[in-house]
């Protein structure tokens, strides 16, 4: 088994773990810094809209030497609007200009064609209007709504309306730090931006859930039981599901990636950027929500119930004596050990040397009353 795969199995039987739940004050706030971030960001520099949602004209012109800046400068000078030059593939150009009418398009086709070199026809013009962006927005927050109350009605339903709440409040997080991030780069939104966010809701909530159901079955009779508290059992669901989580959005951020900083970075294809940077920013903020938010969320609100409360008043007792009886019995012990090495210390016995004495001095007597005797006869 890998090293990874060995530590996994650890996190899941308990044997070592990362107090998640225990640091949420040090998670909120860091994630209160990243959306106020955002949403200044949002705030001063705006989201910069493509023409499906302002209106205006999209020039394609084909192979050139041409430099995208001369062509920005030459499509600027004749609408009199911003532009945008995106390189593409295949050394040609697409070229955005925004609130342009029929004739301003017409004049910025033909001063493109001529700073080519090129007929009027080889540069390709699309002109939209602003009513259809007006309709695909209209539509994508119509869906937005409906998927947030279906989320909120099922995990409701399938788990309790505490962890509803909180995969509720991790979804708007990760929705504001996408569109804060769009407005901090300048990336331009497109109606494959808006496919990009509504795909990353599913993928925001498919670790939430997994965590949400291990927390489930862990917290089954926990009111019967007085050896971990609420906070505790969480933080032992998360860290069960924490590789796996983490394997899952490693795998699925590769291959965005690729669309990302290869496909629209490297090699020039812009249009990859609309939406690769909303699934890579959702998937990533989707995976550390659900770790360091909904999890811990969760948590805070269910210890506010009387029953949980009076479950950590009986945790603590219990811990309180069991502490109690390790001390007492630590002290038993070092009493013990005491009188043991007293009785190593003690003298011997001197009962034998006292009679070794005694008979040495009854010998002596007999010697000396011989003596004596000897003296006299003398």
Same mark, same amino acid.
């Given at each position: 088994?890998?090293?990874?795969?060995?530590?996994?199995?650890?996190?899941?039987?308990?044997?070592?773990?990362?107090?998640?739940?225990?640091?949420?004050?040090?998670?909120?706030?860091?994630?209160?810094?990243?959306?106020?971030?955002?949403?200044?960001?949002?705030?001063?520099?705006?989201?910069?809209?493509?023409?499906?949602?302002?209106?205006?004209?999209?020039?394609?012109?084909?192979?050139?030497?041409?430099?995208?800046?001369?062509?920005?400068?030459?499509?600027?000078?004749?609408?009199?609007?911003?532009?945008?030059?995106?390189?593409?593939?295949?050394?040609?150009?697409?070229?955005?200009?925004?609130?342009?009418?029929?004739?301003?398009?017409?004049?910025?086709?033909?001063?493109?064609?001529?700073?080519?070199?090129?007929?009027?026809?080889?540069?390709?013009?699309?002109?939209?209007?602003?009513?259809?962006?007006?309709?695909?927005?209209?539509?994508?927050?119509?869906?937005?709504?409906?998927?947030?109350?279906?989320?909120?009605?099922?995990?409701?339903?399938?788990?309790?309306?505490?962890?509803?709440?909180?995969?509720?409040?991790?979804?708007?997080?990760?929705?504001?730090?996408?569109?804060? &991030?769009?407005?901090?780069?300048?990336?331009? =939104?497109?109606?494959?931006? !808006?496919? $990009? #966010? +509504?795909? /990353?809701? %599913?993928?925001?909530?498919?670790?939430?859930?997994?965590?949400?159901?291990?927390?489930?079955?862990?917290?089954?009779?926990?009111?019967?039981?007085?050896?971990?508290?609420?906070?505790?059992?969480?933080?032992?669901?998360?860290?069960?599901?924490? &590789?796996?989580?983490?394997?899952?959005?490693? =795998?699925?951020?590769?291959? !965005?990636? $690729? #669309? +990302?900083? /290869?496909? %629209?970075?490297?090699?020039?294809?812009?249009?990859?950027?609309?939406?690769?940077?909303?699934?890579?920013?959702?998937?990533?903020?989707?995976?550390?929500?659900?770790?360091?938010?909904?999890?811990?969320?969760?948590?805070?609100?269910?210890?506010?119930?009387?029953?949980?409360?009076?479950?950590?008043?009986?945790?603590?007792?219990?811990?309180?004596?069991?502490?109690?009886?390790?001390?007492?019995?630590?002290?038993?012990?070092?009493?013990?050990?005491?009188?043991?090495?007293?009785?190593?210390?003690?003298?011997?016995?001197?009962?034998?040397?006292?009679?070794?004495?005694?008979?040495?001095?009854?010998?002596?007597?007999?010697?000396?009353?011989?003596?004596?005797?000897?003296?006299?006869?003398?």
């Amino acid at each position: 088994m890998s090293r990874l795969g060995t530590l996994g199995a650890r996190l899941y039987r308990g044997e070592v773990g990362y107090d998640f739940v225990g640091k949420r004050k040090i998670w909120y706030g860091i994630s209160i810094l990243i959306t106020i971030t955002a949403i200044l960001g949002l705030a001063v520099r705006g989201l910069n809209m493509g023409i499906e949602f302002s209106g205006g004209a999209v020039f394609t012109t084909p192979t050139t030497s041409v430099s995208a800046e001369d062509a920005r400068r030459t499509a600027q000078d004749a609408s009199g609007h911003t532009a945008i030059v995106q390189k593409l593939g295949n050394h040609s150009l697409r070229v955005q200009v925004s609130e342009l009418t029929t004739d301003q398009s017409r004049k910025t086709q033909e001063a493109l064609a001529k700073k080519l070199d090129v007929s009027t026809d080889k540069v390709n013009t699309d002109i939209v209007g602003p009513s259809w962006g007006d309709e695909i927005a209209n539509k994508a927050w119509t869906g937005l709504g409906v998927f947030m109350i279906l989320v909120v009605i099922y995990l409701a339903i399938a788990f309790e309306w505490r962890m509803a709440l909180a995969a509720l409040i991790a979804l708007i997080h990760d929705l504001t730090i996408t569109v804060g &991030v769009y407005a901090l780069v300048g990336f331009e =939104v497109t109606p494959g931006t !808006v496919i $990009g #966010l +509504l795909t /990353i809701l %599913g993928y925001s909530l498919y670790d939430t859930v997994v965590v949400f159901d291990g927390l489930k079955e862990s917290s089954k009779d926990i009111t019967k039981q007085t050896r971990f508290t609420y906070s505790e059992i969480a933080n032992r669901s998360l860290n069960g599901t924490l &590789v796996r989580s983490i394997n899952t959005t490693v =795998v699925a951020l590769l291959p !965005v990636a $690729g #669309l +990302l900083f /290869i496909g %629209g970075g490297f090699l020039g294809a812009g249009m990859l950027n609309d939406i690769s940077l909303a699934l890579f920013v959702g998937l990533a903020a989707g995976a550390y929500s659900s770790i360091f938010i909904a999890t811990p969320l969760v948590a805070d609100l269910k210890e506010r119930d009387p029953q949980m409360k009076a479950l950590a008043k009986r945790v603590r007792a219990r811990r309180a004596a069991d502490a109690a009886k390790a001390e007492q019995g630590a002290v038993q012990d070092e009493a013990a050990e005491s009188a043991e090495a007293d009785e190593d210390d003690e003298p011997q016995d001197a009962s034998p040397a006292g009679v070794v004495g005694q008979r040495d001095r009854s010998a002596g007597r007999g010697r000396g009353g011989r003596g004596r005797t000897s003296g006299k006869r003398r």
